[in-house]
């Protein structure tokens, strides 16, 4: 925001023990429990709720001393607490004799914490619709910031504290108060800043893993839990509690802004914490249990109503980006000599990248426009740029930070966005902003932001939070994260170009116009079909992971492996690699396997499209053999390769030495990949025999994939494109209600994942066929309501199953991995392209409008 901390007593902040302080606020007792319901920790005050000591109660069982209404409503609650991180339970009769109380449970590791407070008698509320009905209210807000405004109002109004503000976070930690709402004689923070030190980065964690805080009583006496932490008791996790006590530090931080009680919502977005709404009372304040649940919930709604309100924002930046991509490359496709005019760029880029001025770093010479460093510290930076190799679009707001010597001309040049445009040693655009003397004011002097306290290893907060203005020198307006986005589609867009200048061939020079779209879709294509396939892989390793860790390392191998093989077609300027070259990438990835792996047969080279299939059926057959099989212990393996003529290659796999091998009582994803990818890609066969001695298997890869080693632009088609806006009218489950769909696609994986969301949109039964001929035969045994085509399959296309569908009277829609405008051949205007990767909404919107088009047509 403006200052920067280098003082290290705020180190001790980040390790205040937040979440382990022994102690809990005094409006709730705490009872954790072992997994037999035997208690080991309460709090001291549990006498008041249970009409029994707490020394008494520990080492007891929990049921006994509650009641079968309250041992019921907990024992529910436990069978969803695994989905969550917590649960309420409202107005339960805990103890026979005693007040209701209002309890929340959680698991903490291994411990059930049982948390409670006295049910206050307020008039009873309905969470659930209060929230719906602040939430309508929102979504007719017009502007993001009535949008802030209108929420802080709201829970003003349902929480009572005297002052509700909206905190948003930067990139550097600091805040901002960027909506507020107050009582009659309550200051206003409105428009302060505040240093990243008054949130360290230890609490912004919590923030984000417990999304709700209360503290209900500054001034009150805490309550300790027993027994006492020690050597044999560890202290308690309490980051999931409601009642945690409060670090003393914050404590005082609360008082010297007279403070008497708080209450914080998170607002996170993507998954990072954006902001806080964050609540003032001038004394004790505690709200009753079920009108703070209804505030947590409605934090969860805004947050999830502010993204996406943030991505419509960007959306239309996003198209008007790519079109200034579209523009860019056309024209330098035509005229190389643009790649050095600084000036033509920024006129070119005006209206999507605000700066003043543009420098092209290019064959070691600098090309300068507008207001930029001197021609000799712009070349000094791009070294330095390569020097520290970002090999991606890269922002600062602060240019002297990045790189010293720029600091003489800050005036002229204070942030950058510089866009790689070549390979190492890589060329750039640098576009430049003017310094921007901007007033913080904020709330305190950040130049002071704690105090040496009494204790050796303690700080005291700041003191004085009465606004101070500081002037900020040397920076200017920050780079967006939609200006990286342009700047990351003008990337793309020129190392196309450059790439195919750098060939230097004057023929190709002519016949860059007719290529660039055939290369563009070719690579359209690519990425589309791989970014679904990794999608595919995510889903269904997804279904087998047992954990994260093992998701993580299911799902990470794979696209490894997918990885090695990409690499190998990519060195080969997409054309056949070497069989072998596999094996060795899977085994070289395990340290001290070589000497146990041995490959005989001749040099065989695999056809691009058939490298990822056989390279994630090897990565599976090694894993597996590395957890479970011959090299788990002191095994090895043997693989032969043999051609046949006229027929194609046999591939043996056989380990040996190994442990007893048993066959699995289940198939994992794992076993689908090794036993179906190839005969449904390839059209070849896989066989696994699971042997007592190990385990050995057969493949088949057809003739058409294989070389043994000695040796149309089409026009324009509809396009459906992902848009979040737009909701279909019908429910997903009904748009195929009922329906027998036909789904041809000649990828398994992306088959399954497209097969899944078509009974997710209610599909009674899909039919998979993964070529022509076999869609073919489904269609003359019988008739579908609706049907999916890829365009390509194998090395022809679905034109005629379509027009044979269209005969019959069956709704289809076109997928593909081209772009819109070299799709297909020239057909009906009105039929439907979607393009991959798709999701399932994607594929609604698509069913949708092809659905109402039949309906209106034959009505």
């Known amino acids: 925001m403006g200052y920067e901390y280098t003082d290290a007593s705020l180190i001790v902040c980040d390790r205040e023990p937040i979440t382990r302080l022994e102690e809990i606020q005094n409006f709730a007792f705490l009872v954790a429990m072992s997994n037999d319901w035997t208690i080991v920790r309460v709090s001291e005050n549990c006498e008041t709720f249970f009409n029994v000591k707490p020394e008494k109660l520990l080492g007891t069982r929990f049921d006994t001393w509650v009641s079968e209404t309250a041992l019921h409503d907990i024992r529910n609650r436990m069978a969803i607490l695994a989905s969550t991180t917590g649960e309420r339970i409202f107005d339960v009769k805990l103890v026979q004799g005693l007040p209701n109380v209002d309890l929340s449970i959680h698991f903490q590791g291994d411990l059930l914490i049982v948390e409670g407070e006295r049910t206050q008698k307020t008039e009873r509320v309905e969470a659930a619709s209060m929230v719906r009905a602040m939430a309508a209210r929102l979504t007719k807000v017009p502007s ?13 109004a349902i929480t009572g504290f ?3 503000m909206i905190y948003r976070f930067d990139t550097d930690g600091h805040g901002e108060v960027i909506a507020e709402s107050t009582r009659a004689g309550v200051d206003s923070f409105l428009g302060l800043h505040y240093p990243a030190s008054d949130i360290p980065r230890q609490a912004r ?5 417990n999304p709700f805080r209360i503290i209900a009583d500054v001034a009150a006496p805490t309550v300790a839990l027993l027994p006492p932490a020690d050597a044999v008791t560890p202290p308690l996790d309490l980051s999931m509690s409601i009642s945690r006590a409060v670090s003393p ?7 010297n802004m007279e403070v008497g009680a708080s209450l914080s919502i998170s607002i996170v977005v993507e998954e990072k914490l954006w902001g806080l709404i964050a609540c003032h009372a001038n004394g004790p304040r505690l709200p009753s249990f079920i009108m703070r649940t209804a505030s947590e919930l409605f934090g969860a709604m805004y947050s999830m109503m502010l993204e996406s309100r943030l991505r419509r924002g960007s959306e239309e930046h996003e198209h008007r980006a790519r079109a200034l991509a579209d523009r860019v490359i056309t024209m330098i496709a035509g005229d190389e000599s643009l790649m050095e005019d600084a000036q033509w760029l920024q006129d070119m880029t005006r209206d999507m990248l605000d700066c003043d001025g543009v420098a092209i770093y290019r064959r070691g010479k600098a090309h300068l426009h507008g207001a930029t460093p001197s021609e000799h510290n712009v070349i000094s930076l791009a070294h330095h740029l390569n020097a520290a ?3 991606r679009v890269f922002t600062t707001d602060k240019l002297a930070s990045v790189h010293a010597p720029c600091s003489e001309t800050a005036d002229r040049a204070a942030g950058m966005l510089s866009i790689p445009i070549s390979r190492v040693p890589r060329d750039y655009i640098l576009l430049f902003r003017r310094e921007r003397l901007s007033e913080i004011r904020w709330g305190g002097n950040p130049a002071k932001p704690a105090e040496a306290g009494t204790e050796s ?4 907060p700041r003191k004085s939070f009465a606004a101070f203005a500081e002037l900020v020198r040397g920076k200017s307006n920050p780079f967006s994260d939609r200006d990286q986005r342009i700047g990351e589609a003008i990337r793309q867009a020129l190392i196309e170009v450059i790439l195919r200048y750098s060939d230097g061939a004057s023929d190709e020079r002519r016949r860059a116009s007719e290529r660039q779209e055939v290369l563009i879709a070719e690579l359209n294509h690519r990425v589309r079909n791989i970014l679904a396939l990794i999608r595919s892989l995510m889903t269904k390793t997804s279904h087998t992971a047992v954990d994260v860790a093992s998701y993580v390392e299911s799902l990470g191998g794979r696209v490894q492996a997918l990885a090695r093989a990409h690499d190998r077609v990519t060195r080969q300027s997409w054309g056949p690699a070497p069989l072998a070259g596999i094996f060795q990438d899977e085994i070289a990835a395990h340290d001290g396997l070589r000497c146990r792996f041995t490959l005989k047969g001749p040099n065989v080279l695999l056809q691009p499209q058939a490298m990822s299939t056989i390279a994630l059926v090897v990565h599976e057959l090694v894993t597996n053999s590395c957890k479970h099989g011959a090299l788990s212990a002191n095994g090895r393996i043997e693989v032969t390769v043999d051609s046949v003529d006229g027929e194609g290659v046999y591939i043996k796999w056989k380990e040996i030495g190994g442990p007893a091998v048993v066959a699995p009582t289940r198939r994992g994803f794992g076993s689908v990949i090794v036993e179906k990818t190839i005969p449904f890609d390839l059209k070849g066969t896989a066989e696994v025999r699971f042997l007592l001695a190990g385990l050995e298997a057969d493949f088949f890869i057809p003739l058409n994939y294989v070389i043994i080693a000695p040796e149309d632009p089409a026009p324009t088609q509809t396009m459906i494109e992902p848009d979040t806006r737009k909701a279909t009218s019908l429910p997903p489950k009904q748009l195929l209600h009922d329906a027998q769909v036909l789904l041809v696609e000649d990828n ?11 009974y997710e949109l209610g599909a009674v039964q899909v039919h998979l066929a993964s070529t022509i001929a076999e869609a073919e035969q489904l269609l003359a045994k019988q008739s579908f309501q609706f049907a999916m085509l890829d365009i390509n399959v194998g090395r022809g296309t679905s034109f005629d199953l379509a027009t044979k569908l269209g005969q019959a009277g069956t709704p289809f829609i076109f997928a593909t991995g081209y772009g819109n405008e070299l799709a297909i051949a020239r057909r009906k205007e009105s039929e439907v392209v979607i393009q991959k990767p798709y999701e399932r909404d994607h594929i609604a919107r698509a069913v949708q409008q092809v659905l109402t088009k039949a309906t209106v047509e034959g009505g």
């Open 249 to 255: 530090v914050h404590i005082e931080y609360l008082r």
């Open 748 to 758: 398994m994986l992306i088959a399954l994942e497209a097969e899944d969301m078509l």
């Open 205 to 209: 964690e919590l923030y984000l893993r």
């Open 162 to 164: 005297d002052r509700v």
């Open 144 to 156: 993001i910031e009535k949008f802030h405004r209108d929420a802080v109002r709201q829970v003003l």
């Open 457 to 460: 290893e303690r700080i005291s």
């Open 389 to 391: 190799s970002p090999s």
